[in-house]
């Protein structure tokens, strides 16, 4: 069965400083992958998302992840953090043969200080 | 097209009443999804429309929750004798047919609070 694993349900960074959200896969076939960003009481905004065309991925507000399956990782990072990057970051992946649902990782709720 | 609109925005009920919880999906997605996520948890996966058939339900989904999308629209979730373990976001989401659901992912709206007293 697909699934993603979030290591860290917390981080914390200081402004400028660099942004790793680490999440891991176990898919059997070649997996559909996205990053979530939530802030507060709102809904989930698409960050960026792998669907096999490049192993780098760019998405929005200069986040990027990297595809990695000798890793089974899908690391998403951003060089220099910023105040409003704080908020609740999600990994997921699509399950094949299920309607393309997305199963998400438990989240990791990032913290940006001074 | 304002993207997808959940509403109300805020509930509060009191143990044992029903509720209703309506989506507006982005019009031209036929694929339509409830998820339901409690506090500092990922969203679980509830139940998919695919215009009006509900295709599949999660184990999640007790015979106290329904949910419909009349006419392939919008959709509506209705939680029955409410308990305080409803309490949680109840987050709506919409996908293109196809292909085009892996490839796009999803668009969430803004979610429904649900607290029970």
């Known amino acids: 069965a697909q699934s993603v694993t979030q290591l860290g349900s917390h981080v914390s960074v200081s402004e400028g400083a660099l942004v790793l959200l680490r999440c891991n896969y176990s898919?059997?076939?070649?997996?559909?992958l996205f990053w979530y960003v939530q802030y507060p009481n709102q809904g989930l905004q698409l960050l960026l998302k792998y669907t096999s065309a490049a192993t780098l991925v760019k998405g929005i507000n200069g986040f990027e992840a990297e595809f990695k399956k000798s890793e089974t990782s899908f690391h998403l990072t951003k060089p220099s953090a910023h105040m409003s990057d704080a908020a609740e970051y999600f990994c997921?992946?699509?399950?094949?043969?299920?309607?393309?649902?997305?199963?998400f990782g438990a989240g990791t709720r990032l913290a940006v200080h001074p | 097209d304002t993207g997808v609109s959940q509403n109300p925005r805020h509930k509060i009920t009191k143990r044992g009443q029903n509720v209703t919880f309506r989506c507006d999906p982005i019009s031209e997605h036929n694929r339509l999804y409830w998820y339901r996520q409690t506090l500092g948890q990922g969203p679980e996966f509830l139940t998919y429309f695919q215009n009006e058939a509900q295709l599949e339900k999660s184990r999640l989904l007790s015979d106290r929750f329904s949910a419909e999308r009349p006419k392939g629209s919008f959709s509506t979730l209705e939680i029955q004798r409410t308990e305080q373990g409803d309490s949680a976001m109840y987050l709506c989401a919409s996908s293109p047919k196809g292909q085009g659901a892996a490839d796009y992912g999803y668009t969430f709206g803004s979610g429904t609070r649900l607290t029970v007293v």
């Open positions: 898919s059997s076939v070649p997996p559909y």
């Open positions: 997921a992946v699509i399950i094949s043969g299920g309607y393309n649902k997305l199963i």
